[in-house]
């Protein structure tokens, strides 16, 4: 019997990442590529082709039919596949992705911004399955939204929603590179949370107790914050407090059921969630604060390929 299958990418600007996803979520094979985006959009299109025939010859020995290609990737992305802006990928810049697959691969195609598949990844097979409306937020270099409301992904009218690292938190704050002050990606990344404890360093107000010198990763300050190193544990506090300061507002606004946590800091969701669920109790209405519970993601790495692959399953399995 021949099995429906669907093609999930996860575009980064490091890595290219491909599976061959079926209805259900099983990654039944896949594979990992440099995206080296600097060669040009002629090279990138090339690298998809190949992994888009690699997964087909697959899938083809497995007895899968592919239904139709779906792409996370980060930036600013219209609702009909226009990439307005990726700053990590300007090879592809004010192109229509959507299009473009379409014309590769031969199938149809559907394009979203990276956090928004993740987000429907955690919905369709992941930790927000037991919810209807959620903020999925991704803390990495920077940090990431995405909306889910009754059940679908919210993208805004014009596909640019869920944008959560630049809610402000400082009105006088850092200067960010969107332009603004006080973004919340400037107090609550990995980025951020490495910052905090380098410029700590540098002013002789914080010294590692194990005697660590600069520079200091997440997972550096992680490792020290569980060794008991409470100077370390605060960094993660700090960051909790200004997501939360942040979610508490999505809160009021949404009465969300979940804040669901993933990218690279998920992996000390431990020594943020408390301070974050303290700020929502503190600052949203008693009934949006009592609903929403904060949550670690499911999938890791595999939510954006995962979420892609959903997105062209619901778009186009007829």
Known sequence: ????????????????????????????????QKTDIHEGRAAFYEKLAEGIGNLREQAEQAGFRIVAVGAGVPGLVANDGHIHVSVNLPAIDSINLRHDLERI????????????????????????????????????????GGLILNGRLWT??????????????????????????????????????????????MSGRYVPVDGSAIPLTTQDLARLAREGDGAAAAFFAEAGRYLGMATASMANVLNLEALIVGGGVAASFDLIRSSIEREVRARAFPIPAQRLVVVRGALGDDGGLLGSAALARDEFDI
């Open 156 to 201: 805004g009218i014009d596909g640019v929603a869920g944008e959560f690292g630049h809610v402000t938190v400082e009105p006088q704050g850092m200067s960010c590179p969107c332009g603004n002050r006080g973004c919340l990606e400037q107090y609550a990344s990995a980025t951020a949370i490495a910052s905090a404890a380098r410029e700590a360093m």
């Open 105 to 144: 691969s031969g199938l149809p195609a559907t394009v979203a911004n990276d956090v928004n598949a993740t987000a429907y990844g955690e919905k369709s097979f992941g930790a927000g399955r037991e919810f209807d409306s959620f903020l999925m937020v991704t803390l990495g270099t920077g940090v990431g």
């Open 1 to 32: 019997m021949i099995r429906p299958a669907f093609i999930g990418m996860d575009i980064g600007g490091t890595n290219l990442r491909m599976g061959l996803v079926d209805e259900a979520g099983t990654i039944h094979f896949r594979f990992r």
